[in-house]
């Protein structure tokens, strides 16, 4: 349809003429009133918005020298964020001299790992980043 008789039948219609895709080739449009399809539109994206849930990223923080009651409270934090939903970043610090045996390091993690195993899966494994080992764990998908 000729696009000067399209606009006069929108305009009898009392609606606009709306460029769906201007870059088909003949560009195709539409007979509709935008007004209401801007706030059609704008509501099902305050709905989609409503229905999303945000994942927040929590950070535990240990030493490579963090004794085991300190470390079973770590691990039920951890839990607990899991289970409701977040992320956890592990972090394990090392100090001055500590920073020479990374390998308690590692195992603590690995021992972090496996107690938190029951509510969450580790995303990336222990890595060292400058003077700490940093592990990734998220939680495990409701089936």
């Known amino acids: 349809m000729p696009t000067k008789a399209a606009l006069e039948r929108a305009y009898n219609e009392d609606k606009d003429l709306v460029n769906i895709a201007p870059n088909a080739n003949p560009p195709v449009c539409k007979i509709m009133d935008y007004g ?11 709905e989609a918005k409503k229905n999303q849930r945000v994942m927040d990223v929590k950070c ?14 770590k691990v039920n934090q951890a839990s607990k ?12 610090r090392f100090r001055k001299r500590t920073v020479a045996h990374p390998q308690f390091g590692e195992k603590l993690l ?34």
């Open 36 to 46: 209401k399809f801007l706030f059609e539109q704008s509501k099902r994206e305050k």
């Open 81 to 92: 964020f899991l289970k409701s939903g977040d992320r956890i970043k592990v972090e394990v």
């Open 110 to 143: 690995k021992k972090f790992a496996d107690r938190v195993s029951e509510v969450g899966v580790v995303d990336k494994p222990p890595k060292m980043e400058g003077r700490s080992f940093v592990m990734f764990v998220s939680p495990k998908s409701a089936k």
């Open 60 to 73: 535990i923080r240990m030493s490579s020298t963090t004794e085991e009651h300190d470390f079973n409270t």
